[in-house]
């Protein structure tokens, strides 16, 4: 590999701050300019267990973390025993000499945490004050970022990292330079990234209810809806979550639900409903291991097949994956102006690699738009209107005019019909309304094509991240061909990709993009990488095995 | 029957002699008091479960959306977020709103969303041809247990009082006019009001002769909660109708997000993007 890449890795303990360690490491990482990618590993609990947060950073651009680390910092015995072999050659690890017997650097990390209060919580701030010492920052600077990160306590949080940074200062000092880079970056996790790119298409009201790996959106919204003009609501459960949205759309607001696998289970008639009266709602689906409660806190790619199809009856149904966390940015304000504009549900799909992981971002809101839906000018007022292609202007309450959403079959008025003359010319209208849809996504970009490698490698979400930095990595030359819209199929986009070479990275155990590619476009990959263990490929194993195969 | 403004012309196929009819006409009369009131038409916006009551959707010439089987009370509290300037009525059947969809119902009251909720209630699934509801009494024969209903029937107006309704009432689809009166006030009230109207089903199950006997108009609401909870309950000799409990408390909306209205004083997209690229 030619770029340098630094990856760090903190351990610990649910409760001791390892996560928002790993998120300030990325931080501070994107402040010098240089490209990061950040990632969160932690079990369903909320204090003991193991917990790590992994963070890669280079001066050109990063699609993963990486397993192996130049510098590791463990908390306690268990990350120890886990992370001693993530130690690349020259690396350094330092563990906290108080719980860990083992080999590294020890300093007394709870003792010294032990004078504070929160003593548990405060430890993860030790991780920061080594990082520091390792790439040669002075205490004044480290001030800085702790002010900056740690709103509580940061007195507390200065004298306790003074003293780590002391202990640690001698034994480690100066370690790794750290190259500036030349972009202005952020970091910005992908669920901030769903939630900018909605707010920046005009989003009014966030309805969720909690289900990881969803709930960072619902949090985001909570925390920045106020000073974005957006309504954050949390109702009794994911049935009323979707109704909810679909009545807010009703008024004109837009309107995006958040939710996991099961929570999307309890959606299925509101979405089909909205399919039916034409409800524009953005529904965001992030996915974990399946089936069922599955592993909640884990990744994985198996509700493809599910996404494409809910809800019962026949309507346009719109579903797309960002691959990366800028994309997740321009998708989602994208797919909020389609929902509009086609005045039907679309499906946000994405995984917890994705949603909960962060990656430094060059973003450009001004570069999205909030797109005018069709609307009723005057006169006589039919939501359901024949138009010839599909779409009925819109009106909104309160309106001299009847409005009327209807979730029988209905009459261009919207008053319900048995007629099978008006259910064929209303099956037809929605028809109609896919076609328009579909030559309206010929125009736009529904694949992205990196590379310009012979083989072929199809894939998609999150997933794609792994794939570009496993080429780069493996120095393999590919085309990474990642299917951004998924419903409607881009088969269009495809056919002139038939007969190459090609295999299929995907994260599920039955390769459902494997066979989706068949289905539609009779595209036979050669070979189907596949992990379904949840946790995200790591680009040097997922390189290995794409060398096995070209 | 005259020709009403809020007359549509979609035909009415409930059976005749249906309970509903009473809750239909109670219903527009209303609507011309709430218009005296200053209430505009306009701002009135209605939707419906599935079942026999549904239909009062497409029998009113208001705006409104005819929701899905038990969600009425979902889409209303949405529409009200979405813009509250208007008024919203959910009807629902008892299948809807004390089945279905009980838990919309439980939250609303909780947390005093301004919604009114208008439950016809015949204790019986009529438009799938009769089987027990959750209002049905013990031994109550439909098709899907013919050797009568086993279970007892729920008391649902108890049920959201504790829950935290603050406006209870039950009507009785014979008395329209008094009928009429509730659904003004129910929603005149700000906040969550829910009125069980008795609701005969000629063919499924006939009350009318039952409640002729029993409805007994009271004329003033309890004092405190227990006194509601204690009216609500004191049916075995009568059946009580009228307001049977109001009390003011802030609601859902106002809680939420103050005085904004999200559909109405939406952020420009220019100030939007400036507050996001003070973020990014």
Known sequence: ?550 | MTKNVLDTNAEITWCPGCGNFGILNAFKKAVDKLENKGVNRDSIIISSGIGCHGKIFDYIKLSGLYSIHGRSMATVQGIKIGNPNLKVIAFAGDGDAYGEGIAHMIFAAKRNADITVIVHNNGAYALTTGQFSPTSKKGFKGPSRPEGNIEDPLNPLSLLLEAGATFVARGYSAKMDHLSDLIVEAIMHEGFSVIDVLQPSVVFNNTYKLYNEKAEIIHKPAKNLDGAIKLVKDTKQRMPIGVFYDVRKLVFHKELMGDWNPSQNKMSRNERLKKINEFV
Not at chain 1, 177 to 188: F, M, N, P, W
Not at chain 1, 298 to 308: A, K, P, R, V
């Open chain 1, 1 to 550: 590999m030619k770029k340098e890449v630094l990856t760090y890795i903190i351990g610990g303990k649910a409760g001791q701050g390892t996560k928002k360690a790993g998120i300030v490491a990325a931080n501070f990482f994107a402040d010098l300019k240089r490209e990061v990618f950040q990632m969160n590993d932690y079990p369903s609990l909320i204090r003991g267990g193991h917990n790590f947060s992994v963070v890669s950073t280079s001066t050109s651009k990063i699609y993963s973390h990486y397993m192996k680390a130049d510098l590791v910092v463990v908390l306690d015995q268990r990350s120890y025993e886990i992370h001693k072999d993530h130690l690349v050659d020259e690396g350094i690890l330092v563990f906290n000499s108080d719980k860990v017997k083992g080999e590294g650097t020890g300093i007394g990390i709870s003792s010294e945490a032990k004078k504070y209060d929160n003593s548990d919580l405060i430890e993860g701030v030790a991780g920061i004050a080594i990082l520091a010492v390792v790439v040669g920052i002075d205490k004044k600077k480290l001030d800085e970022i702790i002010k900056k990160e740690y709103g509580r306590q940061i007195k507390d949080n200065i004298n306790f990292s003074h003293a780590i940074y002391d202990s640690a200062f001698e034994k480690i000092k100066k370690r790794f330079e750290l190259k500036q880079g030349k972009k202005k970056l952020v970091s910005l996790s992908g669920s901030e990234a769903i939630g900018f790119g909605a707010a920046a298409a005009g989003l009014d009201i966030y309805f969720a209810y909690p289900m990881t790996p969803s709930t960072p959106v619902l949090h985001f919204f909570a925390n920045n809806g106020k000073k974005l003009g957006v309504v954050t609501v949390q109702p009794e459960n994911e049935i009323a979550v979707a109704n909810m949205a679909i009545g807010a759309s009703f008024t004109g607001a837009r309107s995006m639900v958040g939710t996991s696998g099961g929570g999307f289970c309890l959606m299925q008639e509101a979405f089909s409903l909205a399919g039916m009266i034409e409800s524009p709602v953005l529904f965001f689906l992030g996915q974990r291991p399946g089936p069922s409660t599955g592993v909640p806190t884990y990744t994985e790619q198996g509700e493809l097949l599910y996404s494409l199809y809910p809800g019962q009856g026949e309507f346009p149904r719109i579903v797309a994956s960002p691959g990366n966390i800028e994309e997740a940015f321009y998708l989602t304000a994208e797919l909020l102006n389609l929902v509009w504009r086609f005045q039907t549900p679309a499906i946000l799909l994405s995984e917890k690699h994705l949603t909960e992981s962060s990656m430094s971002v060059s973003i450009n809101p001004n570069k999205t738009n909030w797109a005018q839906p069709a609307t009723h000018e005057k006169g006589e007022y039919n939501r359901y209107k024949q138009t010839g292609n599909g779409i009925s202007p819109l009106l909104f309450p309160p309106s001299k005019r009847l409005i009327k959403w209807n979730s029988y079959e209905h009459d261009e008025q919207g008053l319900t019909t048995e007629d099978g003359n008006l259910i064929a010319k209303m099956h037809d209208k929605r028809r109609t309304k896919l076609h328009s849809l579909i030559d309206y996504l010929k125009k736009m970009k529904t694949v992205n094509i990196y590379g310009d490698g012979k083989p072929v490698i199809f894939t998609f979400g999150s997933t794609t991240m792994s794939v570009l930095e496993a080429l780069e990595y493996g120095g393999i030359k590919a085309s990474v061909i990642q299917l951004v819209y998924l419903q409607p199929f881009p088969v269009w986009e495809l056919n002139e990709h038939k007969y190459r070479e090609s295999i299929v990275v995907e994260q599920n155990c039955t390769g459902q993009l494997e066979q989706l590619l068949k289905d539609k476009c009779e595209i036979k990959p050669v070979r189907s990488i596949r992990q379904y263990d949840g946790r995200p490929f790591d680009p040097q194993n997922l390189a290995y095995k794409i060398m096995e195969v070209f």
